[in-house]
């Protein structure tokens, strides 16, 4: 498409000038006219967050997000970019990127007095009209809204001009969309200069008589405990915002497995009854009353874990040159000790934390193997154990290898078609990874028995032995 790239150009085409809350809303009804997705990437808000947002973006609300560590606030926020016209005109070179109808700084006025018509313009891309600032205590007025720039004042400006001042990220944002993440984190101080941006939609720096009407939204997030409960967000900011949305973690496991299986990058194949145990064992540790309600467990800790998972059958393949790497059970436990810095516990569990995690994997593995095999569909297995059999496993114990002390097992077959893995029923890999998580089911339902060890002398890795 041929951009304007004067001022005169553009009125010609026709364009009209909306302010970023009107760019939003119109862009937001149009996709739920036509059934186009709104907020990409995001997993299991549809029916609860979602609608409240859209309700807050339609009444042009500058906004918060209420939610525990890890509920996704954050990409939340960023998606909504994708709500923004693709491409805005600005004044060419305009520090806070005006549009050429609307000047507010003396230097962009006084070029459009003098150029008119021919006032220069730009194009600005979406993705270049997202600011973002993680609120630390060490964040100042000039980070956020700006200061005096000594090198202008000593090139021989008064210090009364106002284009003495250099902006901060709130004005270089204006005709975009501005996040504070972890407001509550933010200075009382400094929040108090947020207060006109909110509501009066302009800035003050340092008792400078600057009127700048800016044009932006402004999305914060904040963990509900700091913001309802210490205080930290200043009474006359919160008023400020026209709608607090809370958010939340998945509320169906479905979507947990959904979520684990969008954000993690996995270095090697991990089953979907792997996701569901490391998505069940996520949600065990959040309702955990071992764990404090309060810190939550983020949905990284999901991610986290079964990207470990992924590289510990990666590790298996490299050292014992078995291909494709596919996760086994046996690739879940590491993860304890891998994630344990990600929960915080409860007082009362100081020393125990290794096993509170443990426990609550293994209930989690059982909730799995339920939900996907039950005895009645291993009845050939049993049986191989009540005959004597014992089956050596390991983290670096090959998956034929495996499959070799078993022998012919009938119904191995049906076991992968319910794990759903029935395309790959000819692989050793595949197959291991069924047959170890049967197995390890088998001894949580205390059918069979189980040892664990390290493994032999001159033997790496670990050991574990199912028998009967």
Not at 239 to 266: I, N, S
Not at 413 to 423: A, C, S, T
Request: with cysteine; proline share 5%.
């Amino acid at each position: 498409m041929t951009r304007a790239a004067t001022l005169g150009a553009l009125r010609a085409t026709g364009h009209v000038h909306r302010t970023v809350k009107e760019e939003v809303r119109d862009n937001l009804l149009a996709r739920m006219r036509t059934g186009q997705t709104r907020f990409p990437g995001i997993v299991g808000f549809d029916e609860t967050v979602l609608p409240q947002l859209e309700r807050a973006l339609l009444a042009g609300h500058d906004l918060v997000l209420l939610g525990e560590r890890g509920q996704g606030k954050t990409r939340l926020i960023r998606t909504l970019v994708e709500l923004l016209d693709e491409w805005t005109p600005i004044i060419a070179g305009s520090e806070v990127r005006e549009h050429p109808y609307m000047p507010i700084t003396a230097a962009s006025q006084r070029l459009v007095a003098e150029a008119g018509e021919d006032t220069p313009v730009e194009w600005v891309h979406r993705s270049e009209r997202y600011g973002e600032k993680l609120a630390t205590p060490d964040t100042s007025v000039g980070d956020l809204i700006g200061d005096i720039d000594p090198v202008k004042v000593a090139e021989g400006r008064r210090l009364g001009d106002p284009e003495t001042v250099h902006y901060g990220l709130v004005p270089r944002t204006n005709r975009g969309i501005f996040a504070v993440n972890e407001l509550p984190d933010l200075a009382e101080r400094i929040q108090v200069a947020l207060l006109n941006v909110l509501e009066e939609r302009d800035i003050q720096i340092r008792g400078y008589q600057l009127r700048l009407p800016l044009d932006l939204l402004l999305v914060a997030s904040a963990n509900p405990e700091d913001y309802t409960n210490r205080g930290r967000i200043i009474t006359p900011l919160k008023d400020r915002f026209g709608a607090e949305v809370r958010t939340h973690y998945p509320l169906r496991l479905e979507d947990e497995v959904d979520l684990v299986r969008q954000e993690a990058v996995l270095s090697a194949h991990v089953p979907d009854h792997l996701l569901e145990v490391v998505a069940r064992f996520t949600r065990q540790v959040r309702e955990s009353p071992s764990v404090d309600a309060r810190s939550g467990v983020s949905a990284r800790f999901a991610v986290a874990a079964a990207e470990t998972v992924a590289s510990s059958a990666l590790r298996r393949s490299a050292l014992t040159g078995e291909t494709p790497a596919v996760a086994r059970f046996c690739d879940v436990p590491p993860v304890v000790d891998t994630l344990l810095g990600k929960v915080e516990f409860e007082v009362s569990e100081e020393g125990n934390e290794r096993e509170v995690l443990h426990h609550l994997l293994r209930r989690a593995t059982v909730e799995a193997f339920r939900s996907r095999l039950a005895a009645s569909d291993l009845p050939a297995l049993l049986e191989r154990f009540d005959e004597g059999l014992i089956v050596e496993s390991g983290d670096l114990v090959p998956g034929a290898r495996l499959l070799e002390q078993v022998g012919t097992v009938q119904g191995l077959g049906h076991i992968m078609e319910r794990l759903g893995m029935d395309d790959a029923v000819d692989s050793p890999a595949y197959a291991a990874s069924a047959l170890e998580f049967a197995l390890e089911g088998l001894f949580l339902n205390r059918r069979i028995s189980k040892e664990e060890g390290a493994g032999a002398v001159g033997e790496p890795g670990t050991r574990t032995l199912y028998g009967a």
